[in-house]
């Protein structure tokens, strides 16, 4: 089963939309050091019922093998410990399985 992969967070308030862009850019980095991540998809939020979420993305993952691979690398987990957690307020991660996914072509 094909694992989607689903990250939301808050940038701190005092940084600025082109650190939020500067983020994105190192989330795309990740998908290029990582091969086993299937798919990246990524953007700023535009909704206000987002509770202060203000960016986010999804990985695909061709099942929770490859999800724990990517998330026990040496490029996820410096990513996260140098240059994603200084710059978040908050983040929410959810997981889950689908059935009879077809992977999209990276654009």
Known sequence: MVVIHIVLFKLKPELSEQDGKELLMEIIELKKKVPEVET?????????????????????FKNKDTLEIYDKSEAHVDAVKNYLSPRLEDILIFDYEVENFSIPRPL
């Open 40 to 60: 990246v998809q990524l953007g700023v939020n535009f909704n206000p019922r987002s509770k202060g979420f203000t960016h986010g993305f999804t990985m695909t």
